[in-house]
């Protein structure tokens, strides 16, 4: 492949939409062609990147950063009620509790494989 054929096929390699017959050549020639490389890395840097000139404004800057000091304020003045950690505690294990229960049940009701060899001999002797 040549430079003139690579660099127009540049932008569909970087999104992922040439098939693979393309691709395929395009990245070969992309690990010969040094110059081809360049231009990738610059047009990836351009598409994903944003322009320096797309900052946020300064009075922008302020109204989020007095938004995110509110939300901080608000929420260590929020008084913790007594029973929430114990609640949670609570749930949590009831959870944990109810998962194992369940897992004991599928492992050792009907249809299930035995639980090792020897108990398996055991249970049937020759």
Do not use: Y
């Not at 840097?45 to 302020?62: G, I």
């Amino acid at each position: 492949m040549t430079c003139e054929v690579v660099v127009p096929e540049l932008i569909g390699f970087h999104f992922g939409i040439l098939a693979a017959e393309p691709r395929g050549r395009v990245e070969a020639h992309l690990l010969d062609c040094g110059s081809c490389l360049r231009t990738f890395l610059a047009l990836k840097h351009d598409l994903e990147c944003p322009a320096d000139d797309v900052a946020p404004s300064a009075a922008a800057r302020d109204r989020l950063r007095r938004a995110v000091v509110h939300e901080l304020e608000a929420a260590r003045a929020r008084p913790r009620r007594r029973w929430e950690a114990p609640l949670a505690l609570a749930i949590g294990a009831t959870a944990a509790l109810v998962a194992v229960l369940v897992v004991q049940n599928i492992a050792t009701g009907p249809g299930a494989p035995p639980r090792t060899v020897a108990t398996s001999a055991s249970m049937h002797p020759k």
